[in-house]
Every structure is written in structure tokens, then in C-alpha cells.
């Protein structure tokens, strides 16, 4: 069961906020072999790796259109107006990302600027497993079209029969995804980082998936593909006080678990008196969770750490990063404000982590494993690229002139300097003076 | 001397346009006993590389106040008085990325916004070499403060007499360095993704470096920090047409040249009439600088080539992707607005890449070989994160609780659902009518 800490001393902190290591690195010289007879072999390697992992034998790796309508007219209307609803509101808060971009004269005559583009291909990998998760379809694709990404692919592992789940089908065609294939795993990851006869190539893959994936990812990475983030198993933590329910921090720290074995649940908590109350409460609501064997297990890895003062807590919390925090403090928004290393913030008692995760419109896709020291969750911006402009008239460059050739002096890098006098008609000049622009 | 391509056909764009091959990952090898040795041994392992690689036993690491009030008095004035220009441009532009925020209620009662929050910590690697290279302290150090980091590390390898160049600690102490190392290589980079005695850690890696630190920061950014982006060797495209000057095409490929022998500089031109006149530009302008022999080299690799149509020369420099491009024709705004893959742009005659690389305001940490089809340069955004929050009201909750508990149970996430449901009080309801919601 939860493992509970009683006011740790500030140095064991970094101890004790350590995750289960994940080195998805190891997996490297298992994950290689397939990326590179996807990268020789093409779709002819993807058929036969479907075959091996998926156990399936697939005539076409593409969703076909038809398969699309099938799935639009089978799924039921309760879902298709849930996911609908949820897309709505992932879109309008999106869309509010679409910031300004900076147009300024610098000094006279010298213009800079911003120029947002999308980028042009992108690849969304989502995973199979026990459940369709058509929620981190919305996540992804709502934002890539959003941004105007040209072709948007995604990939995702078929089952036995050959089919990709209806939901996730709606909710791609919903969000306009352009291709879908079936396609799984670390084959799935070469085949959008190199192309194939069927997948086209794309310049950054996104989504989550196991270790086999997330070391396909960080592979392509290095050479051939930008990837969204690291990705590592699912944590939530919560920050509490006395004015806090208990039934509800069980519930929040229960739906972390039931991800899996490996997802991480903390509670940090300044009250003492909540140790007790939220143990009971897990224990009643765990006995009536389907998933309650994967879910103890993974309380396993989970804590309850009491803290007496709230400034150690916000500290603690900060060391820790949290992909989710949920904040149910009396004056949450006070201390919302002090938290500066989290995936998403959830304030007060009632924004459970559900409602980031399906339709307040925030991204469900964060920062695992402490990366959010560094790292943002899925944005706009993560599907678009700013490319920066300038424009100097010839007095907007003389003005500069001074400052660019001396840096580019000092710097001996004297063709820069060069670049300035020929336009400048500086440079005649001055070879006539015995050429005293060179050493 | 440089390649010469007329009129080629589509399909021999993509082999035409491959940079030479930089594989750092075969560096792993090399490198990885490097960081292992910094991560067990520290400070005492720093000074014993950069006696190996630099040929200089450090007594202690760290740059001193005195040795910076020392550099800041002997740097001659002009220098001085050029960084300070330069800085005031950077910061300039920098400053008006600092977009707004969303701030949104996405429905009645469910509030959603996006926090911007610098990286607190983060370290700056400068190369050593040749030259000083204080503008790329410029360039990373001024939006690192702008930003917020609460410790900017700064790490450049010494001379031979252990002492880092005076404008790189002027530079660094005018944009908010809190500490400086001298500390090279991938000695550096270990240094600061793991922290030792002196150096603390950071999260998140910036800077350029030869193959040996790109390799480092390649491997720490699969378990222990962020990078700003994959580095590559320089390069720049200029497209041209009749009415671009010879003169200043030759300037700015010979600028782009002397940065090393593994630069790239291309010329596309719609008038095949630039080839001949451009030829002898280069010829009359490479004899007149320093680093001749080495710009000789870089032409090797670099190439001229004619494109009849603008159409198809702009979709070729949308396939290449330059980290520079300077748009040299008649009507340099329209094609600038057709640019989707590049790093920086520069538009017109007066503009050359020499303004951006110093003090126009722009950034010159861009994006290399290929990847500003996915990456951005250097920005603000670069050092900070955005971290979502939500404040729901419980009428907040209740309306978006029919999307996610329908969603929550097609994903077969019940605890989730759950979580919902007990801020609801449905599930003791339910409870009664025999535990519907479970499955």
C-alpha cells in the first residue's frame, strides 16, 4: 500500500521525490534492428512486424475511407457528442495560443520579425492496449490543424482482426488527420521518421506509448526527426491542507494509479489529521475500482508525504515536478502562484485531473519524470516553428555598420566584416589605404 | 572550388541537396566514458580533462570576480561600446516576444489559462577555438534574462595560461551570468546536466560546440536535461535573381565559408547570367581575406545552382531548409512570404547574414542541417515554460461531467469517471442503484 513519510528533513528530499528509473536507453539495441529494417525494407518490414507483434496480417496498412464511415456510423451517439463537446473546448483554449508575433523597427531602417509556420508534416503515434485512447487523438490533432500542419499521420497498432478502435477513428477524422495506418510500436516510429511506400515521411512525431516506442523516439531524435518530449509513466501530485476532502484526494490519487503499474500518485500534505481520513477513503473507494489490482500495485510506488509548513510544501512540490498537481489548499490560488515547475495545475475541489484530461480544453499531454523543470506540455507552439525575419535599408545597415564589424574583427571572422563594407562601398576605399581592414 | 548545377531535374533535388554527413552519434563511444567519469568523480575529473584537452591545470573552476573586473577594463573601449549596441538590439527584439498569455473561460465557470515561467536553471556552453565567440554569449545569455533563470551557468574552455577571453567575460557579466567555468568539451556538458562540487546542475543545455559536445548533449538529453536543439555545421542559402549584386552574393557566400571547412553555402539563381559574374566576385574577395585556405575549402562543398522558374527555386530552398537565407531579387517581400523552412531570413540587398549574426536584434542560434523544418532558433520561449492551470466551480464541473465520465468509461478508466462523480455525490447515489457505472 501508499507509503507515508512524516516531515522529512530537507535532505533527503531529493531521495525520496526519486521516480522508479525508467532508462529507456537500455532498449536502444532492441528497438534499433527495427528501425532499420523499416528504414531498408519499407512497408514489406511494417506487414511483417505487424504480424509478429500485433498478430495480425494486414493486406493495407492505411485506414480506408470506408473503414472511417463504418466507424463514424457504429460509435455511439453519447461518445461522438462527448468527444465533440470535449473538442470544443480543447479548440477555443488552443486557439487562444495563437500569440502576436513581434514586428519591430529595431532602431530606424532596420525591421525584424516573427513569422509563425506551421510545421508542414507531423506525426501522431497513439497506443493500443486495454482501451481506446481517442482522448490523446483530440490532444494531439486539435492543435496540429490548429496550427495548419499540411499533412497530419497518425499511427496506431490494430488488433487481432486487423481494426483500429471506432472512437479513435472519429476522433482522428473529427480533427482532421489526413492518414491513418495501422501500424504499432517501435515499426510505427521508423516508418513516420523515415517514410515508406505508404507512410509519408513527417519532420516531427508526437504521443506516448511504452518503452519500446519511447526509445524508438529518442533513436530518430538524434538524427532524422524532432519528437514532442521524453515521455515516462503518469504521476499526479497533491498539495493539501485541513480544508481539503479527503474522499476527493483518494479519488484523484486512485485515478493516477489505475494507469498503471508504474504511474506515481504523492500527496503532500501541511495537515497531519489527512493521513488517516484519505488512507480509509482509498481503501473504500479502491474496493470498487475494476482495475483495483493494477491500481494497488501501483499505490505501491505512491506517498503520502506530511509536511507542517506550506512554504516547504510549494518547495517540495517545486523539486519534485509534477506532470499533474492538484492544488486543494484553502487559499489555493495564492499558492497557485508559487508553483513554478509543473506539467498543469489544478486549482481548488473541483478540477479533478478528468477534467484536464478530457474536455476543459487544457492539453492532456505533459512532462513526465521531473522534465517539467525544462519542458511544457503540448501547446500550439509544438506543432509550429518562427522563423525570424530582418529587412535594413542601406542606412539601417550603416548604422550598424560600426558595431558589426568590430565584433566581427574581434571575433576574426573577416569575411562578416567583408559582407558589410562591399555593400557599404567601404571596401575600395579602403584597399586603397593598404587594405587596414585586414590583420 | 565551388559546384556548379544547371536546370536540375526534380527528382535529383534531394541528393543534390544533402548536407555531408555529420553522424555524432558514433561519438557515444568516445564521450560517454567522459560523462561517467564526471558523474562519479566531479570536479576532481573536470580538472583532469582540462588538463588532457585543454593542457591547463586549473586550480579552481570557477572565473573569479577580479578576473572579470580584470577583462572588463582591459577590453578596449570600441569593443565595449559594440557589445552594448549589439545587446540593446538583442534585448530589444527579444523583450516583444514576451507574448500574452490565454486567459479564457472555455464554458461558464471552467477557467483555463497558460502561466509563463522561466527555466530556473541553465547553462550556456560557449566554444573556445580560434576566436572569441562573445557574440553567441549575447545571443543566449540576453533571453536567458529577460527570461527570468534564476542562475544562468556559463562554461567556455581556457588557454593554455587557464584564462577565457575578456569580451566573453564582458559579455557575460553585461547579460547576467551568475557563474562562469572554464570548463570545455564534453567535460562541459557533463559538468552541467549532472552538477559537481562547483558547477550546479542545470536543466536545460544551450549552446553551440564541436562534434564532441554535440554528442554530449545528445546523450544527457535522453535521461538527464533538455537541449536547445540538434547543431550542425553553419550554412546559408541566398536565392537570387537579375537584379541581386554579384558583389554582395560573393560577400555573403565567403561569409558563410570561413566559419570552417564543413560550412555550406549555396546560391540558387533564377539568372543563369550570376554564375560567371558571381564566380569572379569570389575569386577577387577570397583572395583578400585571412582565412582563405579554410573558405576555399568550405567552397568545396558549397554550390551554385541555376533554376529557371522562381517557383521551383523557391519549393528547392523550402526542401533544403537553410539555417540562413538571404533573398536577393527584384521582389524579395512576395517570395519571402513563400518561405516555410528556414532558420532566419534576410531580405534585400542591404541585409546582410553578418546583421543578424551580430546586432540586429535577431538570434544567430538557429536551427542546422535540415531540422528548421521542424525546429525554431533561439527565442525567449527557449528558456521559459508554460504551465496550464484550471479553476473549475462545482456547476463547472457538472457541466462538462456528461464528456468526461462518457469518455472516462470508453477508455475504461473508472476511476476517473470516479473522480468526478464523488465531487458530485452521484456515486453513493449510484451506489444504490446497484453500481451502475462500473462495468
Given at each position: 500500500m501508499i507509503q507515508i513519510i512524516k516531515n522529512p528533513a530537507v535532505d533527503t528530499w531529493k531521495l525520496l521525490l526519486q521516480r522508479p528509473a525508467i532508462d529507456t536507453t537500455r532498449l536502444f539495441s532492441v528497438v534499433e534492428p527495427i528501425l532499420d529494417a523499416v528504414r531498408e525494407k519499407g512497408d514489406e518490414a511494417l506487414i511483417a512486424y505487424e504480424q509478429q507483434f500485433d498478430h495480425v496480417l494486414l493486406e493495407t496498412l492505411q485506414v480506408t475511407t470506408e473503414e472511417i464511415k463504418e466507424a463514424i456510423t457504429k460509435i455511439p451517439h453519447q461518445l461522438k457528442e462527448a468527444i465533440t463537446q470535449a473538442k470544443r473546448n480543447i479548440q477555443k483554449f488552443h486557439e487562444a495560443q495563437e500569440a502576436e508575433m513581434p514586428y519591430m523597427e529595431v532602431i530606424p531602417q532596420v525591421r525584424c520579425w516573427q513569422k509563425r509556420v506551421p510545421i508542414q508534416k507531423v506525426g501522431l503515434y497513439i497506443p493500443g492496449g486495454t482501451a481506446p485512447l481517442f482522448s490523446t487523438?483530440?490532444?494531439?490533432?486539435?492543435?496540429?490543424?490548429?496550427?495548419?500542419?499540411?499533412?497530419?499521420?497518425?499511427?496506431?497498432?490494430?488488433?487481432?482482426?486487423?481494426?483500429?478502435?471506432?472512437?479513435?477513428?472519429?476522433?482522428?477524422?473529427?480533427?482532421?488527420?489526413?492518414?491513418?495506418?495501422?501500424?504499432?510500436?517501435?515499426?510505427?516510429?521508423?516508418?513516420?521518421?523515415?517514410?515508406?511506400?505508404?507512410?509519408?515521411?513527417?519532420?516531427?512525431?508526437?504521443?506516448?506509448?511504452?518503452?519500446?516506442?519511447?526509445?524508438?523516439?529518442?533513436?530518430?531524435?538524434?538524427?532524422e526527426v524532432a519528437i514532442d518530449m521524453p515521455a515516462g509513466p503518469s504521476e499526479v501530485a497533491i498539495l493539501a491542507d485541513a480544508a481539503a476532502r479527503p474522499k476527493y484526494i483518494a479519488a484523484d490519487l486512485l485515478s493516477q494509479a489505475e494507469h498503471g503499474v508504474d504511474s506515481q500518485s504523492i500527496l503532500f500534505t501541511v495537515d497531519e489529521g489527512l493521513i488517516d481520513t484519505v488512507l480509509s477513503e482509498l481503501e473504500t473507494q479502491l474496493d470498487l475500482l475494476p482495475r483495483k489490482d493494477l491500481a494497488k500495485k501501483a499505490l505501491e510506488n505512491s506517498k503520502i508525504i506530511f509536511i507542517p509548513k506550506i512554504e516547504d510544501a510549494i518547495s517540495m512540490v517545486n523539486e519534485y515536478a509534477p506532470e499533474h498537481l492538484i492544488i486543494m489548499t484553502k487559499n489555493y490560488t495564492v499558492v497557485g502562484e508559487r508553483i513554478v515547475n509543473a506539467g498543469s495545475v489544478f486549482l481548488g475541489d473541483y478540477s479533478p485531473e478528468s477534467a484536464g484530461d478530457y474536455a476543459s480544453g487544457t492539453n492532456h499531454t505533459l512532462p513526465t519524470n521531473g522534465f517539467a523543470k525544462a519542458y511544457s506540455g503540448i501547446t500550439l507552439d509544438s506543432f509550429t516553428k518562427k522563423i525570424s525575419f530582418q529587412e535594413l535599408s542601406r542606412d539601417g545597415l550603416m548604422m550598424l555598420s560600426n558595431a558589426i564589424e568590430i565584433m566581427a574583427e574581434h571575433e576574426q571572422l573577416m569575411a562578416h566584416k567583408n559582407a558589410v563594407e562591399v555593400r557599404l562601398e567601404r571596401v575600395y576605399r579602403e584597399e586603397e589605404d593598404d587594405l587596414s581592414w585586414r590583420h
Open positions: 487523438v483530440l490532444m494531439l490533432a486539435i492543435p496540429a490543424q490548429i496550427a495548419g500542419c499540411e499533412e497530419i499521420v497518425l499511427c496506431t497498432p490494430p488488433n487481432k482482426e486487423g481494426k483500429v478502435p471506432d472512437a479513435v477513428l472519429f476522433a482522428a477524422q473529427l480533427c482532421g488527420v489526413t492518414k491513418i495506418f495501422k501500424i504499432g510500436g517501435a515499426q510505427a516510429v521508423a516508418a513516420m521518421a523515415y517514410g515508406t511506400e505508404s507512410v509519408p515521411k513527417v519532420y516531427k512525431i508526437f504521443g506516448p506509448g511504452n518503452q519500446y516506442v519511447t526509445a524508438a523516439k529518442q533513436l530518430v531524435s538524434l538524427k
